[in-house]
């Protein structure tokens, strides 16, 4: 069955440094979304991938999704407390109309 | 602010008792999901309606029940759960950006 693997499982960073979290799937997807899940919360849709090599922005966050579309990665610029979470990809590929979670990365950002 | 909304919030049960979680959402979507999610886990799929009619059920021991009773509603029947069960349980739906999912608070249940 189709897997989708992501890393790192944890991050640790200082406030105001980089964060990437990549995620490679087994097959070809025909989408890729992001969420992400604060601390106690729920996951929270943030973008969907569809195209080969697209690359989406949001203020400090950076969606890429690969030229074969079997990997991902999200680049967070300059994170800060609010970033804090744990951030997972859902790819579905085209033998399946529900989308696989990967295991998620959790950010821990330091004051 | 979420356009799917979960009750109860907080669900403790004994191993004997028979309980329900709920789901509403009015954003119109016709594909509704039950997820299970333990700590540092990602959602773990249970069941899956399309058009009110059950379309996915992920192997999910029986004493797990869904039901639809219509285009906003769904609902978990819960009886004779495990302390293994307890877990955070997440409904979700879509239906306007494909495969995109919109995901309800959740309720988190303990059983003793």
């Known amino acids: 069955g189709q897997q989708v693997m992501q890393i790192p499982q944890y991050q640790h960073v200082q406030e105001g440094e980089d964060f990437t979290t990549y995620c490679n799937s087994s097959?070809?997807?025909?989408?890729i979304q992001w969420y992400k899940q604060r601390p106690g919360g729920h996951p929270v849709f943030l973008i969907q991938?569809?195209?080969?090599?697209e690359v989406k922005k949001q203020k400090r966050l950076t969606f890429q999704f690969g030229e074969a579309k079997k990997n991902s990665s999200l680049h967070i610029t300059a994170t800060q407390t609010t970033d804090v979470g744990t951030y997972f990809c859902?790819?579905?590929?085209?033998?399946?109309?529900?989308?696989?979670f990967g295991r998620g990365t959790s950010l821990i950002v330091h004051p | 602010d979420t356009e799917v909304t979960q009750t109860p919030k907080h669900l403790v049960m004994g191993m004997t008792n028979k309980k329900s979680l709920k789901c509403e959402q009015h954003m119109g979507h016709r594909a509704m999901y039950w997820y299970k999610q333990k700590a540092k886990k990602p959602p773990e799929l249970m069941f899956v309606?399309?058009?009110?009619?059950?379309?996915i059920n992920e192997s999910v021991p029986s004493r797990f029940s869904p039901e639809c009773p219509n285009s906003s509603l769904l609902n978990l029947h819960l009886h004779a759960l495990q302390p293994e069960d307890s877990a955070l349980y997440l409904c979700a739906t879509a239906g306007g950006i494909p495969d995109t999912q919109y995901f309800g608070p959740g309720t988190r249940l303990t059983v003793l």
């Open positions: 991938l569809v195209k080969s090599g």
């Open positions: 097959t070809t997807l025909s989408n």
């Open positions: 309606y399309s058009y009110e009619k059950l379309s």
């Open positions: 859902a790819g579905r590929s085209g033998g399946s109309y529900i989308p696989t």
